[in-house]
């Protein structure tokens, strides 16, 4: 009965190489985020999509490219990885706004490291 | 950039109650107070969230002073599973552009 799920929770690949996270929510929510947080915890948002339509896209480079063929899920899709890409990548989801005060629910990460 | 200012760690023995500071002096008058935790290799978790008046939940206790400046996160009696990153955030609810944004946090050591 998980919330919001991702897979895989681990990821360990070489540079170079193109990747996918994914993530599904069972909340009903309208609204999915992607965070990355790195190696110095800071946790930054990357995209918010709200019923499949792309409302954030904060300064990411365009190797990322989230995809959401459904308002319960929103995969990501990395090119070209790079070492700086390794991270924990979080998936988080919310009522907002169609409900007001509704809190961020988050995955438990993925963490990607690059070789 | 967060719109908050925390105390980097806090230590708080086990049984004790925990209390949080967050500055946001620079807050608008739509603005909410949200805080959440991360406890180690976890996703944040929501706690409780306010505007001006204090909150309670299951989980803890919100006191914001009458200016909005500041608040205080209470955990009332921490155990050792409260040890964590608290994020204090604040933002305008119901706004779906809206950036919620992450500050360094507190790191909470409860101690046995």
């Known amino acids: 009965d998980t919330a919001v799920s991702q897979t895989p929770k681990y990821l360990v690949t070489q540079m170079g190489n193109d990747k996918s996270i994914k993530c599904e929510q069972n909340?009903?929510?309208?609204?999915m985020y992607w965070y990355k947080q790195d190696s110095k915890k800071f946790l930054k948002i990357m995209f918010s999509?709200?019923?499949?339509?792309?409302?954030i896209n904060e300064t990411v480079p365009n190797r990322f490219s989230p995809k959401s063929p459904d308002k319960a899920h929103l995969n990501l899709h990395i090119n070209s990885l790079e070492l700086g890409d390794s991270a924990v990548y979080f998936c988080?989801?919310?009522?907002?706004?169609?409900?007001?005060?509704?809190?961020?629910?988050f995955g438990n990460g993925t963490r990607l490291t690059v070789t | 950039d967060a719109k908050t200012t925390q105390p980097p760690s806090m230590d708080c023995a086990e049984g004790r109650a925990a209390n949080l500071p967050c500055n946001h002096s620079?807050?608008?008058?739509?603005?909410?107070v949200y805080w959440y935790r991360q406890i180690h290799s976890q996703g944040p978790q929501y706690i409780i969230h306010?505007?001006?008046n204090n909150e309670t939940n299951e989980m803890a206790s919100l006191i914001i002073t009458e200016d909005r400046k500041s608040s205080t996160l209470i955990l009332p009696h921490a155990t050792l599973r409260d040890t964590a990153v608290y994020y204090c955030?604040?933002?305008?609810?119901?706004?779906?552009?809206?950036?919620?944004?992450f500050g360094k946090g507190t790191r909470l050591h409860i101690l046995p």
């Open positions: 306010g505007l001006k």
């Open positions: 988080a989801s919310s009522q907002e706004p169609r409900t007001l005060y509704s809190p961020l629910h």
């Open positions: 620079t807050i608008s008058g739509n603005e909410y």
């Open positions: 909340l009903g929510h309208d609204t």
């Open positions: 955030i604040v933002r305008v609810t119901g706004n779906r552009d809206d950036k919620i944004i």
């Open positions: 999509y709200n019923n499949k339509e792309l409302i």
